[in-house]
């Protein structure tokens, strides 16, 4: 039995510790993929690859007098941007509160946004206003659809004649660029370098590397322009009340790579500003924070609550699990009493009689007490019954431990005789 005991203990020590590696091959494994960032979108601060832009929010961070923070959650109401610097890295689309954001910038702040792959033709863009769902390549109406023409759409009684690309320009960008004040175009042919416009502040490096082919059309008044790319804007900047924007179709110097291999460090430090924190942007790559109990809960610093109620909840199992008191068993308790000595039901008798009757009276007592229980079953002659009653007296004249046992025996001894 000892044998089989021991062998089943190391198979759960072999279990224990398969399930210990297996635990910690998948951790390494998963913090391996996590570290690198590598399942983000590419300019994202969370990459380490040369795509990423991870370098930059990590230096930030490291500036005396400065943070780098990143942006997960979306905007509700009205958001303060003074002394902050936002930056909207890579953008494929337009930023959804684009309106409401450069309103907000008017009390104070700063704004970088870069622009890449900005191709409307090229993406499956949506709009979902009233109902209606357009894509470059699908068309849908949702609400209150009478019949679909070629080239228009009758809603009700109204009816309006819109070509699919003029569509996707005015619904997709119209109210984001009108308030901007720029378009993004494509250039047939682009250079490398870009360089720095006559307006531009001069600490700011002469060249810049690109890697980009998009441009800046239709500028408005308002805007300056810093770097040119075969003579047309790609890097401008421009002031909305207290606060500025900058607006860049080159997103390279801001990634890793570049800070490695190509580092433009007047160039970034211009495009930051002075502000004392540096918000990262992760909302337009997708990038939501789910506003779950486990998130507000490390909001709200709510981690002693969490762990109080793991423990009370590991002590209810527990105790509906185990009993603090073992199971009766009148078996086990009663060969347990009989086995230790001075605790079986002949010294429970011993210990009641001690207390409720004199020494000197014990042998007459239990005489007595005899002759009752015995009745007329017992026949003892009269001349027995005299020797034991002087047994008793003899023993009460004089009574001591020794004589009271002798007694005792002498008055079983009678009582087995014959007659």
């Not at 570049?258 to 909302?283: K, M, N, P, Q, Y």
Request: proline share 2%; net charge neutral; aromatic share 8%.
């Amino acid at each position: 039995m000892s044998d089989q005991k021991s062998r089943n203990r190391r198979y759960a020590i072999m279990l224990i510790l398969v399930l210990a590696a297996l635990c910690a091959g998948l951790t390494t494994m998963l913090r391996m993929r996590f570290s690198t960032g590598d399942m983000y979108p590419g300019y994202s601060s969370y990459r380490e690859d040369q795509l990423g832009t991870k370098i930059l929010y990590e230096s930030l961070g490291r500036l005396d007098g400065r943070g780098s923070t990143r942006k997960t959650d979306l905007p509700h109401g009205q958001q303060d941007y003074e002394n902050k610097t936002l930056l909207y890295l890579g953008l494929v689309t337009p930023i959804a509160e684009g309106a409401e954001m450069l309103l907000d910038l008017r009390s104070g702040g700063r704004v970088v946004m870069t622009f890449a792959k900005y191709e409307w033709e090229n993406q499956i863009l949506s709009l979902s206003t009233n109902g209606l769902t357009w894509s470059t390549n699908q068309l849908q109406v949702a609400t209150n659809v009478t019949s679909v023409a070629t080239n228009g759409i009758v809603v009700g009684t109204n009816t309006f004649s819109i070509g699919v690309e003029e569509t996707l320009r005015e619904a997709l960008f119209h109210d984001f660029h009108a308030a901007l004040g720029l378009n993004v175009a494509v250039m047939n042919r682009a250079g490398k370098s870009a360089q720095r416009a006559k307006g531009a502040p001069e600490d700011v490096t002469e060249t810049l590397t690109t890697f980009t082919d998009l441009y800046f059309d239709d500028l408005r008044e308002g805007w300056r322009v810093i770097y040119e790319l075969s003579g047309r804007p790609v890097i401008v900047e421009r002031a909305f009340g207290e606060g500025t924007v900058v607006a860049s179709t080159v997103t390279y110097p801001f990634t890793n790579r570049a800070l490695r291999s190509d580092r433009a460090t007047s160039f970034l430090r211009w495009a930051v500003g002075e502000s004392a924190t540096i918000v990262f942007d992760e909302t337009h790559f997708g990038v939501v924070a789910n506003q779950g109990v486990a998130t507000l809960a490390r909001k709200y610093h709510l981690e002693g609550l969490a762990l109080g109620l793991t423990i009370l909840a590991i002590l209810f199992v527990w105790k509906s699990t185990a009993r603090v008191v073992p199971l009766y068993s009148y078996d086990k308790w009663a060969s347990f009493q009989s086995s230790k000595d001075g605790r079986d039901s002949l010294s429970g008798l011993e210990n009641l009689l001690d207390r409720h009757v004199s020494r000197h009276l014990m042998i007459r007592t239990l005489l007595t007490v005899f002759k009752k229980s015995a009745g007329a079953s017992t026949r003892l002659t009269k001349r027995r019954v005299d020797d034991i009653n002087e047994l008793v007296r003899w023993a009460e004249e004089k009574p001591s431990e020794d004589r009271d046992v002798d007694v005792y025996k002498s008055i079983c001894t009678k009582l087995n005789e014959k007659e």
